[in-house]
């Protein structure tokens, strides 16, 4: 469980930089944009192995509640949705102008799900920690007015839909080979 919680504050710590402005613009100003990004990316790569090989490595043992039946049935839905809000993060979609943070959303959605269709120490963990931060960081960014402004496009609203879709079904198809837990009938 070490592994799984030393990953996690290597990965999440940098993301809630961005929550306290005075600092993140601070850090950015005594190293460089470029260095400070490059930072940043090392510690959240470095940290996402160590969350896999923590998560892999942490006893199943104990449950600390019963999985919810109705997190398990809606979540390959919740998952569809929460991939096409994370592709649409990046994209100039309508999307992203109708959400503002669609990343944020796809991540509690994604995490919150998860918590409740598992129940274990690792996963309450795992999950509990990433769903803390989005809320931390979605309630921080709309305090901040953290949007960006753009003219969206049909072309990246159709691009967000597909990617977002098909990445959602590889995973489910996958999802017993990649973690352990088949998601869906037609999973391997």
Do not use: C
């Amino acid at each position: 469980m070490e592994i799984l919680i030393l990953g996690l504050v290597l990965f999440l710590v940098p993301h809630f930089v961005p929550v306290f402005n005075r600092l993140h613009l601070g850090l950015k100003q005594s190293v460089g944009e470029k260095p400070f990004k490059l930072a940043f990316s090392l510690l959240s790569v470095l940290g996402l192995v160590l969350i896999v090989v923590g998560y892999a490595r942490a006893p199943a043992q104990p449950q600390l509640f019963a999985p919810s039946a109705l997190a398990i049935r809606f979540a390959p839905l919740v998952m569809l949705v929460s991939f096409v809000l994370l592709a649409a993060a990046n994209m100039r979609t309508r999307i992203r102008l109708a959400v503002r943070h669609p990343m944020l959303i796809g991540v509690i959605l994604w995490s919150l799900v998860h918590l409740l269709a598992n129940g274990s120490a690792r996963a309450t963990v795992l999950f509990g920690a990433f769903l803390a931060w989005a809320l931390i960081d979605l309630v921080s960014s709309i305090r901040r007015h953290a949007v960006k402004q753009f003219v969206p496009s049909g072309r990246q609203d159709l691009g967000a839909l597909v990617a977002g879709i098909v990445l959602a079904l590889i995973v489910m198809a996958f999802h017993r080979q990649l973690f352990g837990v088949a998601v869906v009938p037609w999973g391997r």
